[in-house]
């Protein structure tokens, strides 16, 4: 199977999820990526059951509203039920890195109040050590040069994301080079940075539930 098929696989395993574990008329939440655009898609002939939903990015709003599902501001909004989403890599304790898509603040925000995180990922995601993937970490604009200074400290090589603002107006660096085996301890670490809006790791609240696409089908595994 090719990564789009097991993505594809993925996203329908995750809209089978919703249908059977969302209340009708639930607000859903709704994460970002390649992953996740299908799994919009896959919500198409359960939508009349949704109340609406919560997007992780301006560019989810769009896909939802294309759809004709009810986008509801995150303010409106006390608890989740169901926040479904890609990652970049998933390690065997469900902590991943996410915001290839430069999303990242925007999801931790959607994951902070959401009951069950449903990570839906192809099998090239899972890792046994986080960190081959460039950690993308949000900065306010004037405090990049600082914060890439200290990030190196960490024994990273932080590189500026080229032309991308985020959907809050701020930068990402991507941080290659770390091998991630505290994941808690350095989402901790890079947070407690003057100027860093969020990092892209999501250790201190991981996934719940992983549909991980794989050529032997969707397999599910929880956290422990
Ligand atoms: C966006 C994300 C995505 O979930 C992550 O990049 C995975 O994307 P894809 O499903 O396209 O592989 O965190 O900010």
Redesign the pocket.
């Known amino acids: 199977m090719t990564q789009d098929e097991l993505?594809q696989a993925v996203a329908q395993a995750a809209a089978d999820h919703v249908a059977e574990h969302l209340p009708a008329g639930a607000i859903l939440g709704v994460?970002?990526?390649?992953?996740?655009n299908l799994f919009i898609a896959a919500l198409a002939p359960i939508k009349a059951r949704l109340g609406g939903a919560v997007a992780s990015s301006e560019a989810t709003r769009q896909r939802l509203e294309q759809l004709g599902i009810r986008v509801v501001d995150m303010n409106e909004v006390e608890r989740l039920a169901i926040y479904v989403?890609?990652?970049?890599e998933i390690d065997p304790g469900m902590s991943m890195i996410?915001?290839?898509?430069?999303?990242?603040t925007r999801?931790k925000i959607v994951a902070a109040v959401s009951d069950t995180f449903v990570c839906i990922a192809d099998a090239s995601k899972q890792v046994p050590v986080l960190g081959r993937f460039p950690l993308p970490v949000e900065v306010i604009p004037m405090a990049a040069r600082q914060v890439a200074r200290q990030l190196a400290a960490l024994g990273g090589t932080p590189k500026l994301r080229e032309g991308f603002v985020t959907d809050n107006g701020n930068l990402i660096l991507d941080v290659h080079g770390l091998a991630i085996t505290d994941p808690v301890a350095m989402e901790t670490a890079i947070n407690q940075m003057v100027g860093v809006v969020t990092n892209g790791l999501f250790a201190a609240r991981g996934a719940d539930l992983l549909l991980l696409g794989t050529a032997a089908g969707v397999q599910r595994l929880v956290r422990n």
């Open positions: 993505k994460g970002t990526g390649s992953t996740a989403d890609g990652a970049d996410k915001g290839g898509g430069g999303a990242l999801e």
